[in-house]
Structures are given as C-alpha cells and as structure tokens.
C-alpha cells in the first residue's frame, strides 16, 4: 500500500509540474511608460499604437514608442479601421425653444489627420434610445459596422453596415466575410447571444436561455465566445452556446491573438471610485489565471493585447499613464 501511494504521489507530482510549465510558458518582460494619455488601441496589424490625451487623438509605433503624432482634436475615444485610419462616437446634448435632444455624430479621420463626418442621428432626451447608433465594430478589412438601436431600446440592437468614405481604404470585396458576437434583449442589459455577419446577414442564435449574458467578445479564430454572466463572471462559450471555461469574477480587457488566453483585470471599489486593480492572463486550455501586474500605487485600466502578439498595452486610471508589457516567450 506505502508504494501504491508513493507511485501516485509521484504521478501527481509530475501532472502537477506539467501543468505548471504550461501556465509559466508566457513570459512578460516589465512595465514600461511611454507617457500619459488614456484608452489605448492597437491597428490591426500591431504596428501602430493609437490613445486619447486630453480629448485628442494621438498615434505612436512600435518598437520604440518614442514619438507622438497628433492626429485629431476633441476625439472620444476611438477604434481603428483596417490599418488606414480610425472611427469613433460623439454625442452631444443641444437645446432650443425648451426642446433637448441627444444628438450622435460619428467621425472618420485617416493617419494624415484628415477628419470626415460619416453619419450621425438626433433622439429627443425623453426618449429610452440614445440614438440609432449604439456600439461601433470595424473589421479588420476596413468595413465600419455597427450596433443599430431598436424600438428605442440599447439593449435590443442588430449589425448593420455604415457607408464608406473614400478618406479610408474601402473594404476589398474579396475579403474573407467576417463576424461579429452579440448580446440581444428585449428588455434589460442581458439576454441571449447571436452570432451575424458584419453586415448583418447569417444570423444565428447561440444561446437560448435560461442563462442571459450582458455583452459577447468573438476570437480572433472566430471559434469562442467571451461574455459577462449576472454574477459578473467572465465566462468562454463555443459558437454552439456549450461552457468552455469560467474566469470567475473579472473586468474585460481582451483576446490573446491564438485566441488561447484572455487579458482580464481585476478591480477593488471604493465607496464612490475604483481604489485599485491589477491586471491577468486567463488560460482557457488549463484554466488558469496567472497575475501579470502587481503595483499597489497604480489603478490598471483598459489593457489590450496587440495583435503580433509582442505587446501589451494599458493605461493607469489613477496617473494618466500609459504602459507597454513586451511579451517575451510563449507568443
């Protein structure tokens, strides 16, 4: 009996250090900062690096991260389109004879700093809707879609196509179809998953209840699913609406470009702000979640990992920071 025990203890000591050396098989080198700013964005293809400081639009590249170009003044925060230029919201609130209303304006501008109005739309501030024109999703291939507002309600929305603007590089017709995960409620910030072309076509639901989902993040592979359940859980679904994985209690930060791992952070509240958060790397394969960030005097916000898969790039809430991770082994 003493070696049967001895021989599973030994079993499970190497199945315990296998799994371990997969965990560690990414490895980060230390944070670096590049200067202030917030909300940073990769391009698509990892090149470039786009924030937002002081209400205005910069850009740097990599590797050195040295200089800043100003590309556009009072930009929102923003998202690219294809590698050629960027798109973002603005809503404003206007008011004449006792009337108000929101009204929603979407921007384009290219690397030069050449700033386009696309498309915008009003509502009336009593109205439930804040405007035809919910969630921005451009693709890598240069097509803006977008969330389209139903009924009046935020929740409640489909994909649709925005024109295209000859500032940006048009989408190439033989580009492979891409597709976007969304949540769907009748009422209510959750409701089931549905999976549709960017230009809204092949929809399908994924889910069909009893459990409602808040929001849905697609892979890069296009084969899994990340969303946000009532508990605040970050959970991984396959494209047929099956568990994958659990994160347990997180705040979304992003896929890794295999499509393996998942950027999360984790904050701690206060009684009116977040006092503080770090910032880690969930394992879909091993289910692990290993700690990439450990500074008490910093508020991490907003990471994003690029697409080479060589950077990872977040903000500090509390400095008006932003911060690089060189991702060392393991990509």
């Known amino acids: 009996m003493r070696k049967r025990g001895f021989i599973t203890a030994v079993v499970l000591f190497v199945l315990y250090a296998a799994v371990g050396q997969g965990q560690d098989s990414v490895k980060f080198g230390e944070p670096m900062c ?8 990769w391009s698509p293809d990892g090149s470039m690096l786009a924030f937002v400081d002081s209400a205005s639009l910069y850009m740097t590249t990599t590797p050195e991260f040295k200089e800043r170009k100003l590309i556009a003044v009072d930009a929102a925060p923003v998202q690219w389109v294809g590698n050629t230029g960027f798109v973002w919201r603005k809503r404003i609130t206007r008011q004449h004879d ?20 696309l498309d915008s739309d009003s509502t009336y501030s009593n109205s439930r809707s804040f405007g035809r024109i919910g969630k921005l999703m451009p693709s890598v291939d240069g097509t803006i879609a977008y969330h389209e ?7 409640n929305t489909r994909p649709k196509i925005l024109r295209q603007t000859a500032l940006l590089k048009p989408a190439s017709p033989a580009a492979a ?7 769907r409620s009748e009422s209510g910030p959750f409701g089931d998953i549905w999976l549709a ?8 639901q994924v889910t069909h209840g009893p459990d409602t989902w808040m929001w849905a993040l697609l892979s890069p592979n296009q084969e899994l699913i990340a969303t946000t359940n009532h508990l605040s859980q970050i959970v991984f679904l396959d494209t047929l609406g099956i568990t994958v994985a659990n994160a347990g209690g997180a705040e979304v930060g ?19 702000e977040i006092t503080g958060s770090e910032l880690y790397i969930y394992h879909i394969d091993s289910q692990y979640r290993q700690q990439l960030t450990d500074t008490p005097d910093l508020i991490e916000f907003s990471p994003c990992w690029s697409p080479t898969g060589d950077f990872i790039a977040y903000a500090a809430l509390n400095t008006r920071e932003i911060f690089i991770i060189r991702v060392e082994a393991g990509k």
């Open 34 to 41: 590049i200067g202030h700013g917030a909300a940073p964005q």
């Open 177 to 183: 179809p891409r597709r976007m995960a969304f949540s």
């Open 149 to 155: 507002i139903l009924n009046g309600d935020e929740h």
């Open 197 to 204: 072309d960017l230009d809204g076509g092949n929809q399908r």
């Open 98 to 117: 006792g009337e108000r209303w929101d009204c929603v304006y979407v921007y384009t501008s290219d690397l030069a700093g050449n700033v386009e109005l």
């Open 254 to 272: 992003g896929w890794s470009p295999d499509s393996k791992r998942f950027l999360t952070w984790i904050g701690e509240e206060g009684e009116f």
